[in-house]
């Protein structure tokens, strides 16, 4: 069964580096998203990607953050500086119809440590 | 905006004994409406959805939820719970128009023997 695969599954880091974190989505599905769960609190949205373009960001996606496509498989989420309060569980997902009409598949997570 | 609540953050159920998970909403039009389950170390899984028509879905699983309008509501039951249904259980809403789901703070199943 086709299956989004997150890389890496835990990462650790110090607080100012640069962080990528790793997604590949199936293989015919047109739109793709970061999610991310802080430890006990909700899942929450960061943003949606359609067409090679942001579609929707919510508010916690400022600046330090920035997603990409680079080679037609792969779709990374990128945080330039780290702060401690970006330490998180982060959900990869991706669907063929999008979000209002068709299933979110996640993958497990990337677990990141901002220390 | 949209929120979802979901007022348990525990539930314990004994094996083969039913199951309700609460879940409320709120907002302005019809929502869409989402359960999913999150098994340890797993990523999230779809067990069911509603956009419109009949307001009792079915699931995968032998889930089932209905949505009731006047309270607000989608929640998940099942007739008789199984040991592997322990994992956590999220209730989410999408707003027609918009790719983001907002997703409740979740609920933590433990099935007892």
């Known amino acids: 069964e086709p299956e989004v695969t997150q890389t890496p599954s835990h990462q650790v880091t110090q607080m100012g580096q640069e962080v990528i974190l790793r997604c590949v989505p199936i293989?015919?599905?047109?739109?793709f998203y970061w999610y991310r769960q802080i430890l006990g609190q909700k899942v929450e949205f960061l943003v949606s990607?359609?067409?090679?373009?942001?579609?929707?960001k919510s508010e916690i996606f400022d600046d330090q953050f920035s997603v990409e496509r680079p080679d037609g498989s792969n779709f990374t989420l990128k945080i330039r500086s780290t702060k401690l309060e970006d330490s998180a569980m982060y959900f990869c997902?991706?669907?063929?119809?999008?979000?209002?009409?068709?299933?979110?598949?996640f993958g497990e997570g990337s677990r990141l440590t901002v220390l | 905006a949209q929120s979802v609540t979901q007022p348990d953050i525990h539930i314990t159920v004994s094996e083969g004994a039913s199951l309700e998970l609460r879940c409320n909403y709120s907002?302005?039009?019809?929502?869409?409406l989402f359960w999913y389950v999150q098994s340890p170390g797993q990523g999230l899984q779809l067990l069911l959805k509603?956009?419109?028509?009949?307001?009792l879905v079915q699931g995968i699983k032998g889930f089932e939820a209905e949505f009731k309008r006047s309270q607000s509501s989608f929640n998940l039951r099942k007739p008789s719970v199984h040991w592997s249904d322990a994992a956590e259980y999220f209730c989410?809403?999408?707003?027609?128009?918009?790719?983001?789901?907002?997703f409740g703070t979740g609920t933590r199943l433990l099935v007892s023997p």
């Open positions: 990607f359609y067409n090679n373009e942001i579609s929707e």
């Open positions: 989410a809403v999408g707003a027609r128009g918009f790719q983001k789901l907002v």
């Open positions: 907002y302005g039009a019809t929502p869409y």
């Open positions: 509603y956009f419109s028509g009949d307001t």
């Open positions: 293989s015919n599905h047109l739109y």
């Open positions: 997902a991706s669907s063929d119809q999008g979000a209002q009409t068709g299933e979110l598949f």
